[in-house]
């Protein structure tokens, strides 16, 4: 019989030095906010508990610090406002959507459809439980995808739920398609497909319409 002991680490270690969110994203100032809209929308719709560290919801530049308050001066700042926009709607959407938190901490909950494309940095997963599904396409590049086609598995209408690019968040509102119809096109070994105009940096969900 063997112990395992573990040091506990500090508060200091485990928050101080690494600095916020905001202030490790690359870019411009657009860029950097669409980067952490982008983020956290990927953390909220993939498999796992949601933990957001604390200042993350105002952008802070600095890192949280335990000796001093919150940086809420800041928060009706038309940027920060509108990624508290945003957050309010990720939880409201997460709560909303049992296929997001239901099969935790199963895999029977999540599929890729696409992990492969390494050239234009576009990633694709289904989240599934029983009829309530979310394909999320995420474009990770400060470049608009046109034309772009993803397999999806069922045939029929898909309508946008989220869209991190919505100008409400501060978003770009590029090339918005609430309702989008497949076609007989196979993708990513599926026998449907659909053609997306993919915004700069942002996270896409999508679910199957409720008329089919």
């Known amino acids: ?24 994203m690359p870019g411009d100032g657009w860029q950097r906010f669409a980067n952490l809209r982008c983020l956290l929308a990927y953390q909220f719709t993939r498999p796992g508990k949601q933990l957001v560290f604390m200042g ?5 530049e600095g890192e949280w610090d335990a000796d001093g ?3 809420w001066r800041r928060a009706q700042e038309p940027e920060r406002a509108a990624l508290g926009r945003f957050m309010a709607e990720l939880g409201r959407f997460y709560l909303a959507h049992p296929c997001l938190w239901r099969s935790d901490p199963s895999t029977d909950g999540f599929r890729w459809i696409d992990c ?6 576009v990633f694709v997963y289904l989240r599934s439980f029983f009829d309530d599904e979310l394909v999320v396409v995420l474009n990770l590049t400060p470049v608009p995808r046109t034309d772009y086609r993803i397999g999806v598995p069922h045939p029929g209408g898909w309508c946008e ?12 509102g590029y090339s918005r398609e609430p309702r989008l119809e497949t076609q007989p096109v196979a993708a990513h070994g599926e026998a449907q497909s659909l053609v997306l105009s993919l915004p700069p940096l942002s996270c896409l969900v999508l679910q199957p319409a409720a008329d089919g």
Do not use: N, W
């Open 1 to 24: 019989h063997s112990e395992q002991f573990v040091m506990p680490l500090s508060h200091d270690e485990v928050v101080h030095g690494k600095g916020s969110l905001l202030s490790r």
């Open 56 to 60: 993350t919801e105002l952008a802070q």
């Open 69 to 71: 308050a919150l940086d």
């Open 116 to 121: 492969a494309d390494s050239k234009h940095s």
């Open 161 to 172: 739920r989220l869209c991190s690019d919505d100008i409400v968040y501060g978003g770009s």
